[in-house]
Every structure is written in structure tokens, then in C-alpha cells.
């Protein structure tokens, strides 16, 4: 069969097209690739049965560029690939994230108790939360903050005086 130059250039084109999108798609996989947890305190108590474990004293749970520092860490295995929901108990509790990228900032904040979720990368700051970001600071009862898109959302507390107070910085000179 007479395939003409046209269609013969169009189907170079697509499967370099192709290549390229199967190479960003690897990239973008790699990127991906799960963190490790890792935890650092006094005591431990594993349960591999129930899928519970608890850390006691100076707890330091971290993965990639988050830290999160307390008195009490319990971490609940989620299912079998590893997913886990972390509780940490603090006066306060506290979180670190270190910029992933150029140009952003560092995220810190506090809480009565901080709970992470692995899979979704959130972390839920809740009681007196405070989460700052380049000047900024966010309080609240409860706030959320994905680690990987960085969107915060913040919630009132029950109470007349418990609104979400928010600073925002000026810019330097932009002229």
C-alpha cells in the first residue's frame, strides 16, 4: 500500500508526540514517587495487628520537606498502600514546611492538635490554629492546608469572637 509524504510526516509527528508525552508522563511519575515517613520519639508502641501505632515524647514526624513536632503521635494505617492518617497532640503542636520550589515560601503554624493524611497531602490544624506563609497568617479553629497545592481554608469557631482573622502583607515595590 502507497502511503504519501504527508501522511508519512503526520505519523512521524504523532509518535513524537507521543514519545515526548510518554517522557513528561515518566517525569511527572517520578515526581511522584512516594515519600517516606519518618518519626523520631522517647517511646513507641506498634501494633502491626490493629494497624495503630503511638509515639510519646519530643515526637518529630517527617516526609520530604514537612516537619511536624509534639508531645503524642498516633498514626493509623489507612490501607495497604501505605496510606496512613497521623493525630499529633502539642502544646502546640507544630508544622514546618519547607519550600518545593523556587519563589516559594516557607508554611509555618501551630495548633492543639495537627492530623495529616498521606494520600491527599492535607494537613488539619485544629484549636487556636495559626498558619503564616511569607508574612501572611491565617487564624482559626480549624484550618486546612494541602502541602502540595498549598490552598489554605480556615473555619470559625463556635463562638461570636471566634472569627477566621486574616494579615496579609503589602508586597515590596513592584515599580
Not at 513536632?69 to 514546618?96: C, E, F, H, M, Q
Not at 509555618?108 to 495537627?114: E, F, L, M
Amino acid at each position: 500500500m502507497y502511503k504519501s509524504p504527508t501522511r508519512r510526516r503526520l505519523r512521524l509527528a504523532a509518535t513524537a508526540v507521543l514519545g515526548l508525552a510518554l517522557v513528561a508522563g515518566t517525569t511527572a511519575y517520578a515526581q511522584q514517587k512516594p515519600l517516606p515517613i519518618r518519626i523520631e520519639s522517647n517511646d513507641a508502641d506498634l501494633s502491626q495487628q490493629d494497624g495503630v501505632s503511638t509515639y510519646t515524647g519530643n515526637v518529630v514526624l517527617t516526609r520530604g520537606g514537612l516537619t511536624l513536632t509534639g508531645y503524642k503521635l498516633v498514626i493509623t494505617r489507612i490501607n495497604d498502600r501505605g496510606n496512613v492518617k497521623a493525630v499529633l497532640n502539642g502544646s502546640p503542636a507544630k508544622l514546618d514546611k519547607q519550600p518545593d520550589r523556587e519563589g516559594d515560601d516557607v508554611v509555618t503554624g501551630d495548633a492543639s492538635k495537627i492530623e495529616y493524611t498521606n494520600n491527599d497531602s492535607t494537613v488539619l490544624l485544629r484549636g487556636d490554629a495559626v498558619v503564616r506563609r511569607g508574612g501572611d497568617e491565617i487564624h482559626g479553629q480549624v484550618i486546612r492546608h494541602n502541602v502540595d497545592t498549598g490552598r489554605t481554608q480556615a473555619e470559625r469557631g463556635s463562638g461570636d469572637s471566634e472569627r477566621v482573622r486574616i494579615t496579609i502583607q503589602p508586597k515590596g515595590d513592584q515599580s
